[in-house]
């Protein structure tokens, strides 16, 4: 190919493309007869080659990690790196997403397209003013940081992450729907990496995004689900920031389980560090709803698991028993032994007994008034 003049290589390199996209047979097909060629092409001077040559590999990656495995094995992972660093925004594009599609495999084939230097590149990109190489460069970024910490951090290091969080209120909705998963991706690892996108001002930015985008919503959800299971400080500062009020609005209005499953997954991570933590979402009236949505016929099995875990966690730390005793009438077996743990638990608290002491005390006198109006309205009654 390399003595073929240009149309003749895009036209081959499409053809291969064109084969290699169907499965990864037919793609394992191509690798074995031309990858060495097509990798080749991505050094070539004309820009259109190029880019058939990196679409062509693109699709070669994407099926799985072996054949991901063998387009970096070639030596295409350096040549990708110089090809996001090429003046056409095409090519910037279409090379980043090449890359995505190499790095979303696993942990060692992110890690190739790291030492080649893709990160530093890939970052640059995101000040284009174009949307459509930004979007692959965040959805590149998202691929690298979802694997480990260490990848994550390697992420955060190059200063991104004020960049991400700008592009969370950017207008294309795509773009925002994927800088809300790459914080996801950083934040789910450690409770450093949580940190530093709260400390940047993450939880009112992610929080926001909940009520202004439909498409970026559930990343986002995540996103403050993982940051709060870290540790009950996190989860502290999201109720502090009313994300409590936002994710209770989400449990009430949203009709699709999949929302509804990874809400109550959030509300479980927020509810199950302290009983102050679950108190509040006691208050709010939150496990009755999960419970609603746990006992409903209608709801899938992802959305009842999901219901029944944040249920779990929340009442094995609840002692707000103005909140419990209501789902002692409706509860199935699998929660109502989390409600009688926790009275069980709360009947040898003398602060408790001493509560309900006064409260019993209460009720008696108030039946004892009752009585009282009663008898004299009869006694009334028969004087007429």
Known sequence: ???????????????????????????????????????????????????????????????????AQLVVDAGAASLLVLCLQEPEL????????????????????????????????????????DARPKRQALL???????????LAEAVVETDILPNILMHIAHPEKNINRIAAILIKEICKHTLELAQLVVNSGGIAILIELINTSQSARLPAIMALGYIAGHSNELAMAIIGSK???HLTNVLQKSTEDQVLA?????????????????????????????????????????????????????????????????????????I????????????????????EMIRMNGMIKEFNALSIIYSRKRTIKNQL
């Open 90 to 129: 095409y090519i910037k594009q279409i090379s980043a997403s090449a890359i995505s599609d190499i790095c979303k495999h696993s942990v060692e084939l992110a890690q190739a397209l790291v030492d080649a230097g893709a990160l530093i590149i890939l970052v640059k990109i995101l000040v284009s003013p």
């Open 1 to 67: 190919m390399s003595s073929w003049n240009k149309f003749y290589k895009k036209a081959a390199l499409f053809v291969l493309r064109a084969i290699a996209k169907h499965s990864s047979e037919l793609a394992l097909i191509i690798v074995n007869d031309s990858l060495q060629i097509i990798v080749e092409c991505l050094e070539d001077f004309d820009p259109g080659v190029k880019e058939a040559a990196v679409w062509a590999l693109g699709y070669i990656a994407r099926h799985d990690k072996n054949l």
């Open 243 to 245: 994300g409590i009020v």
């Open 140 to 150: 590149a970024l998202s691929s690298v940081a979802k694997h480990s910490a260490d």
């Open 336 to 355: 109502l032994k989390y409600v009688l743990g926790q009275f069980s638990k709360a009947s040898i608290n003398p602060q408790f007994i001493e509560k």
């Open 262 to 334: 990874i809400t109550a997954w959030a509300i479980g991570q927020i509810g199950k560090h302290t009983p102050e933590h679950a108190k509040i979402i006691a208050v709010a009236n939150i496990p009755f709803k999960l419970l609603e949505l746990h006992n409903d016929a209608k709801s899938s099995e992802d959305l009842r698991v999901k219901c029944n875990m944040a249920l779990k966690q929340i009442l094995q730390k609840c002692m707000y028993m103005e909140a419990l005793e209501p789902m002692l009438h409706n509860a199935p077996p699998n």
